[in-house]
């Protein structure tokens, strides 16, 4: 299998600008993650889907972020309108679902915003 | 809030040593824990998971739960400078099919 796919890899878009990332999970997991990294936040939670439904949205951190996932094989992470706070690595992750919880990253977008 | 700490390191050793890395976890409910490494620019990469009290070994990892003192650690024998990383510690949450990750520790094996 071809892994997570995500894109692009790397973003760099000026303060008030809508940025969209995206994400293609492993063929046949039911559940995708995102995730945004900081040095001085490490990794955090930002929203996961089951079945292509949102569960647990509460680490967005503000209405600006909003998440989509319209199929099993695509999902979106939207910032609208876009500032220099949210420049960071975000990565998407997917688990097979069942009894495992071992996530499986995609290679990540660095985003800057400038 | 669950929590999951890991000394940021960095945690220097030899080459051919054995490093030992190590993670406490907060929530007593939590059944399965996960070793990632990640390398500079690059993104977690699930290396070990366990879900039982014990040892669970797989090549030069050894990943290792004890759940009555909510600590886990992963030992890498025979370390080598390829082994140079960040390793993440995630434990599960039980309630919401998410992991909780620890800051990472940094590990440098000097050749």
């Known amino acids: 299998d071809a892994g997570v796919i995500q894109s692009p890899r790397h973003e760099v878009t000026e303060m008030g600008q809508e940025v969209t990332l995206r994400c293609k999970p492993i063929?046949?997991?039911?559940?995708l993650f995102w995730y945004r990294q900081t040095m001085m936040r490490g990794l955090e939670l930002l929203i996961y889907?089951?079945?292509?439904?949102?569960?647990?949205d509460s680490g967005m951190p503000e209405d600006r972020f909003s998440a989509k996932m319209p199929n099993a094989s695509f999902s979106t992470l939207k910032i609208q309108p876009s500032e220099p706070r949210d420049s960071a690595v975000y990565f998407c992750a997917s688990t097979p679902g069942g009894r495992g919880y071992e996530q499986y990253f995609g290679p990540g977008t660095r985003l800057t915003v400038t | 809030q669950k929590e999951v700490e890991q000394n940021s390191g960095p945690l220097s050793v030899p080459e051919g040593a054995i490093a030992s890395l190590n993670c406490t976890y907060s929530d007593r409910g939590s059944q399965s824990f996960f070793w990632y490494r990640q390398y500079s620019g690059k993104s977690p990469e699930l290396i070990m998971f366990?879900?039982?009290?014990g040892d669970k070994e797989d090549g030069r990892f050894t990943a290792q739960l004890n759940k009555a003192s909510q600590y886990v650690s992963l030992l890498i024998r025979d370390s080598q400078p390829s082994d140079s990383a960040t390793y993440l510690c995630a434990a599960g949450d039980p309630g919401r099919r998410a992991l909780t990750f620890g800051s990472g520790t940094r590990l440098q094996v000097q050749p």
């Open positions: 366990i879900y039982s009290n």
């Open positions: 889907f089951n079945n292509n439904v949102p569960i647990d």
């Open positions: 063929s046949g997991h039911d559940y």
